[in-house]
């Protein structure tokens, strides 16, 4: 069975919502952290429903709802997230609340809205969606394994126009206690330069992105998705080449088939050495793209990864700064995702043109 990509909706630290224009504007940052560029909230959310929510929730009904929108669907079959952090905000919100009320009269929002099912559990409530409802919490590879759910609902037939999502926040504490960690850099750059930097640490950012997955195939449905795919602590690079192969040999697909290669280097010395002898070898004849210096660095990245392929495909344009070397082909039909999280969750998308 094919798996189609009908719509696909994302808030950023790019302007990428709504009909802005394909990242040919791409935002500056001087830091080592990005903030995501939020809607008016207005338009999805009652004003007064929105005072109770924290950014992540919002982020993720706005964007689940402008995915719908787009694809002119008005209930979804299944509602399915992927976050690393859940909602840390609330999270802290409640810690914090604990210790200063010395554990009594504890107002029980912020522990209502902490856990990491919300967002799902809102966009469900804000649609009255009683369908399958679910989230995945598998750290780096968190949105690839909400990803794999929805397409086996797919391929079992137990739902269809199937919204799924990858969400994200950063906040002040989690941004402190991770930079202490050694996760992100030292001293303030530019975003844009940042894959052009060969020291430790990278950017921290936050973001939602959503998908609607159908199997039915349409004029203007954005792309197919192929296939996906997860492996978890590769013995050496020899092993990921092993996965990567893996994949195309089981979709009748050769390396040279592969119009454009989109890696997660992220600016980080160890990080990107993975990526730097793969383009030596498997993806030495490949056209190559990056994307994490405009969507900053966290678990779930890898949906603007998508979001980005899907696009590409759909417009046929390679936006100029997501290039990492000259392109062999300008409209790519067949575009293969492949990230890694701190070198220990590794994933692989494969995309084409319907």
């Known amino acids: 069975m094919k798996i189609y990509i009908r719509s696909a909706a994302a808030i950023s630290a790019q302007r990428t919502f709504g009909d802005v224009p394909f990242l040919t504007e791409p935002v500056d940052y001087q830091g080592t952290r990005l903030t995501a560029i939020e809607p008016d909230y207005k338009e999805f959310v009652d004003p007064k429903l929105a005072r109770r929510m ?33 909602c840390q905000e609330d999270t802290i919100s409640f810690l914090t609340r604990i210790i200063e009320l010395d554990e ?27 369908q399958y409802n679910n989230t995945f919490v598998h750290k780096g590879i968190s949105f690839e394994s909400a990803l794999l759910d929805a397409t086996m609902l797919l391929n079992e037939g137990d739902a269809d126009n199937i919204l799924v999502g990858g969400t994200e926040e950063m906040t002040d504490t989690a941004f402190k206690i991770l930079t202490r960690l050694g996760l992100y ?9 940042l894959l052009k930097t060969k020291s430790k640490g990278t950017i921290g950012s936050e973001g939602s992105v959503f998908f609607l997955l159908t199997e039915k195939s349409a004029a203007d449905n954005l792309a197919e998705l192929v ?8 013995k ?45 070898s498997i993806f030495a004849n ?19 990864a998508l979001w ?47």
């Open 104 to 130: 009594e009269m504890l107002p029980p929002t912020a522990f209502i809205q902490s856990t990491h099912n919300t967002v799902a559990a809102q966009i469900a409530l804000t649609l009255k969606c009683h």
């Open 236 to 280: 050496n690079i020899s092993d990921i080449e092993l996965n990567i192969n893996k994949l195309l040999d089981v979709n009748s697909i050769k390396m040279e088939d592969i119009d454009l290669v989109i890696t997660g280097k992220n600016g980080d010395l160890k990080n990107d050495g993975i990526y730097e002898i793969l383009g030596n």
């Open 54 to 86: 924290s950014r992540i929730i919002k982020m993720g009904v706005a964007a689940a709802l402008q995915c719908l929108k787009e694809a002119q669907v008005t209930m979804p079959g299944a509602i399915i997230t992927g976050t690393a952090l859940g």
């Open 286 to 304: 490949s056209s190559l793209a990056n994307y994490k210096h405009l969507s900053g660095e966290y678990p779930t990245s890898v949906s603007f």
């Open 308 to 354: 980005l392929a899907v696009n590409i495909i759909k417009r046929g344009e390679v936006p100029v700064i997501v290039a990492e070397n000259n392109l062999k082909n300008k409209s790519p039909k067949k575009i293969l995702i492949y990230n890694h999280y701190q070198n220990t969750y590794h994933s692989l998308m494969l995309v084409s043109a319907c």
């Open 227 to 234: 296939a996906a795919c997860t492996f978890y602590r590769p």
């Open 185 to 193: 850099k030292r001293w303030p750059l530019s975003n844009l330069d």
